[in-house]
């Protein structure tokens, strides 16, 4: 925290002398009582800063304790890497005494704070504490979050600027799951939305624990890209977002750069790994010591990815600041060897799909976009693919959650737009807001087959209502 934010903290402690908000340890969510000791003579408080979102001690937290009959006095103390902190020599009286952490504020929290009773020759014992994950869900997003099965995703919305100030916007996150319907396994792809408050903070609730979600926020025309993000298993992500608006090529100086390293898990330099990120279509190799640069990248939130062969491909986010080189080092592990069989059967999968797909191109109906032609193509978005073909129509979305949605003329009834079946792999997609840039990205898709009709769409890929149907398989283009 800067030297002015810290002072506006220890204002407001200041302030909760006459109303005091605070944040209990372990137990409940409301005020916490005075600890109150025998009365003797002189005065001192000992306590401890505890974190139990992470079941360990705030080390550096910084404790402010004021009188509540004199605000204008204000003494402040580090706590040490145990969390331990003490005031000496305190007169008599009745304090309020609050911790200042980072932790505290990337969770969203205010101050912690705790009233306090010091009388003559005692010393009193103040504990000050985060509650617990589970209780921090439950306090964001109601009672249901008290459950295992539901997670929260608490960050801020920063402009990708070297002074990464926050601001309002909003954020998203969506993901797949398999749902048993009538018709089979089926698989969906909820989301979750969320507004910041005026200091850019979010809090998304019923995000999946331990699962992978794609995420993205945007600010006005500001947008961050499309990044992968892994929820604990504890159910709590903390997470910021950077946006930035579209550079042009030539803003050099308003562009970010990525420099690091590549190594195996044993610390040797990898060469010819291929790097790139997904804001921008550029690829990079590393050198013979595992170096490389990525320049002229796009400020914001993105995707990392790093490839070679024999290794298992390695996908991080990346925070990009305009005017900044970010420095990495990256540890890629090899494929693991299974059996032979299981092996096989994948391969075979993914090959039977390939092979279907010439099969159905041979016979002339739809429209078919090979790994060559994709290539060639170069589209940033999947939507951008799609306005090529005719009796296809992108919809603008509406607002700021901008989702463009992908309609066929024809269904059911003559004349009208429809939705065409999804279906990536094989597996038919629901989506519960039609938004198709949330589920892949172009540089994935390894081939594509649309039918802009019923009457000419394959039997197994057919609706009811009559609409045509999208096909996309993926997998590296080489």
């Not at 396994?185 to 992978?212: E, I, K, N, W």
């Not at 804001?279 to 790093?306: C, D, I, K, S, Y």
């Not at 629901?430 to 769409?457: G, K, P």
Request: aromatic share 6%; net charge positive; glycine share 10%.
């Amino acid at each position: 925290m800067t030297k002015i934010g810290r002072a506006a903290g220890w204002a407001a402690l200041i302030r909760l002398v006459v109303f005091a908000i605070t944040v209990p340890c372990l137990t409940t969510l409301g005020a916490q009582e005075a600890v109150r000791v025998p009365a003797t003579k002189a005065g001192a408080l000992t306590g401890l800063a505890y974190d139990s979102t992470a079941s360990r001690p705030l080390a550096g937290a910084r404790l402010g304790l004021i009188r509540v009959d004199d605000p204008s006095q204000l003494r402040t103390v580090g706590a040490d890497t145990a969390g331990r902190f003490q005031f000496d020599s305190l007169p008599p009286g009745r304090y309020l005494v609050g911790a200042d952490h980072a932790r505290i504020d990337s969770l969203g929290l205010a101050q912690l704070t705790l009233l306090v009773e010091i009388r003559d020759g005692a010393t009193t014992t103040a504990t000050l504490c985060l509650p617990s994950i589970r209780r921090l869900i439950a306090y964001r997003c109601g009672i249901g979050g008290m459950a295992d099965t539901s997670g929260v995703w608490v960050g801020t919305v920063r402009r990708a600027i070297p002074d990464r100030r926050a601001v309002s916007g909003t954020v998203r996150a969506h993901w797949s799951e398999m749902v048993a319907t009538a018709r089979g396994l089926t698989l969906t792809a909820p989301y979750r939305q969320a507004q910041t408050d005026s200091l850019g903070r979010f809090f998304v609730c019923s995000v999946p624990p331990g699962g992978l979600m794609s995420v993205r926020a945007w600010s006005g025309a500001d947008s961050s890209g499309f990044v992968d993000v892994d929820v604990p298993k504890n159910g709590l992500l903390l997470r910021d977002v950077y946006v930035a608006p579209s550079v042009e090529d030539g803003d050099g100086a308003l562009r970010g750069a990525v420099r690091g390293t590549v190594r195996r898990a044993d610390g040797v330099p990898m060469d010819e790994v291929r790097l790139s990120v997904s804001a921008r279509n550029l690829e990079v190799t590393t050198t013979a010591n595992g170096g490389f640069v990525l320049n002229a990248l796009p400020p914001g939130t993105h995707t990392l990815e790093a490839r070679s062969v024999g290794y298992a491909p390695l996908r991080t986010t990346v925070d990009i600041i305009g005017g900044e080189v970010l420095a990495l080092s990256l540890e890629m592990e090899k494929f693991v060897a299974l059996d032979p069989v299981k092996v096989r059967v994948d391969r075979l999968t993914r090959m039977q799909g390939l092979e279907d797909f010439n099969e159905r191109r041979k016979g002339g109906f739809g429209y078919f976009f090979d790994p060559a032609q994709l290539a060639q193509i170069n589209a940033v978005r999947v939507t951008d693919l799609l306005r090529r073909i005719p009796g296809i129509s992108i919809l603008p979305g509406n607002g700021m959650r901008g989702i463009d949605r992908i309609r066929m003329r024809g269904g059911a009834a003559f004349g009208i737009y429809c939705e065409p079946q999804i279906f990536i792999d094989g597996a038919r997609i629901q989506m519960e807001d039609s938004n198709i840039e949330n589920l892949l990205f172009t540089n994935d898709i390894r081939a594509m087959e649309v039918y802009n009709r019923s009457t000419i769409t394959p039997p197994q890929f057919t609706s009811l209502d009559g609409c045509g149907a999208i096909l996309f398989w993926t997998g590296p283009r080489r």
